[in-house]
Protein backbone atom coordinates (compact mmCIF):
# COMPACT_ATOMS: atom_id res chain seq x y z
CA UNK A 1 0.00 0.00 0.00
CA UNK A 2 1.83 3.49 -0.84
CA UNK A 3 2.21 6.50 1.88
CA UNK A 4 -1.11 8.20 3.19
CA UNK A 5 -0.96 11.62 1.42
CA UNK A 6 -1.14 14.85 3.42
CA UNK A 7 -4.64 15.21 3.48
CA UNK A 8 -5.08 11.74 4.03
CA UNK A 9 -2.67 11.56 7.08
CA UNK A 10 -5.14 14.66 8.90
CA UNK A 11 -8.00 12.92 8.49
CA UNK A 12 -6.19 9.21 9.73
CA UNK A 13 -4.50 11.76 12.44
CA UNK A 14 -8.36 13.24 13.18
CA UNK A 15 -9.97 10.10 13.97
CA UNK A 16 -7.10 8.91 16.22
CA UNK A 17 -7.37 12.02 18.39
CA UNK A 18 -11.33 11.85 18.46
CA UNK A 19 -12.40 11.59 22.03
CA UNK A 20 -9.03 12.90 23.11
CA UNK A 21 -7.85 16.02 25.68
CA UNK A 22 -6.20 17.92 22.74
CA UNK A 23 -4.96 21.47 22.86
CA UNK A 24 -4.34 23.63 19.75
CA UNK A 25 -2.78 21.15 17.58
CA UNK A 26 -2.37 22.01 13.96
CA UNK A 27 -3.19 18.83 11.83
CA UNK A 28 -2.25 19.99 8.81
CA UNK A 29 1.38 20.72 10.01
CA UNK A 30 1.47 18.00 11.75
CA UNK A 31 0.22 15.89 8.52
CA UNK A 32 3.03 17.19 7.06
CA UNK A 33 5.30 16.56 9.76
CA UNK A 34 5.22 12.84 9.30
CA UNK A 35 5.18 12.73 5.80
CA UNK A 36 5.63 8.92 4.98
CA UNK A 37 3.76 7.62 7.84
CA UNK A 38 1.27 4.84 7.74
CA UNK A 39 -2.24 4.68 9.51
CA UNK A 40 -0.69 2.02 12.03
CA UNK A 41 2.37 4.12 12.66
CA UNK A 42 -0.09 7.78 13.20
CA UNK A 43 -1.91 5.27 15.74
CA UNK A 44 1.04 4.93 17.06
CA UNK A 45 2.51 8.30 17.41
CA UNK A 46 -1.23 9.35 19.01
CA UNK A 47 -1.14 6.77 21.84
CA UNK A 48 2.59 7.69 22.31
CA UNK A 49 1.78 11.38 23.21
CA UNK A 50 -1.22 10.37 24.94
CA UNK A 51 0.26 7.92 27.37
CA UNK A 52 -1.26 8.83 30.87
CA UNK A 53 2.18 7.60 32.50
CA UNK A 54 4.16 10.21 30.98
CA UNK A 55 5.51 13.27 33.11
CA UNK A 56 3.58 16.05 31.40
CA UNK A 57 -0.15 14.34 31.76
CA UNK A 58 -1.18 15.31 35.10
CA UNK A 59 -1.73 18.79 35.55
CA UNK A 60 -1.81 20.78 39.08
CA UNK A 61 -4.89 19.01 39.73
CA UNK A 62 -3.32 15.57 38.97
CA UNK A 63 -6.49 15.19 36.55
CA UNK A 64 -5.05 14.57 32.68
CA UNK A 65 -4.41 17.32 30.97
CA UNK A 66 -4.80 18.08 26.72
CA UNK A 67 -2.19 16.57 24.83
CA UNK A 68 0.32 19.34 22.61
CA UNK A 69 2.46 19.77 20.47
CA UNK A 70 5.42 19.12 22.37
CA UNK A 71 3.79 15.59 23.43
CA UNK A 72 4.07 14.39 19.54
CA UNK A 73 7.35 15.93 19.53
CA UNK A 74 8.36 13.05 22.45
CA UNK A 75 6.47 11.03 20.72
CA UNK A 76 8.15 11.04 17.37
CA UNK A 77 9.49 7.33 16.46
CA UNK A 78 12.01 8.67 13.59
CA UNK A 79 12.26 11.35 11.35
CA UNK A 80 11.37 10.98 7.70
CA UNK A 81 12.81 13.10 4.95
CA UNK A 82 11.06 15.93 3.94
CA UNK A 83 8.67 16.53 6.68
CA UNK A 84 10.62 18.76 9.44
CA UNK A 85 10.01 22.24 8.71
CA UNK A 86 12.53 24.84 10.36
CA UNK A 87 9.03 27.23 11.60
CA UNK A 88 6.81 24.24 12.79
CA UNK A 89 6.30 23.52 16.61
CA UNK A 90 6.47 20.27 15.78
CA UNK A 91 9.31 17.98 14.74
CA UNK A 92 8.59 14.34 13.57
Keep these: ?17 KGKPLGPIDLV ?14 DQLVNEAAIPGRPAIE ?10 AEDFNRSCPRRRSGGAS ?6 C
Excluded at 1 to 17: F, K, S, T, W, Y
Excluded at 59 to 68: A, D, L, R, Y
Design 1 to 17: MPPLAGEDRAQVLAIHL
Design 29 to 42: ALAKETEGYSGAEL
Design 59 to 68: GSSGGPVSIE
Design 86 to 91: STSSMR
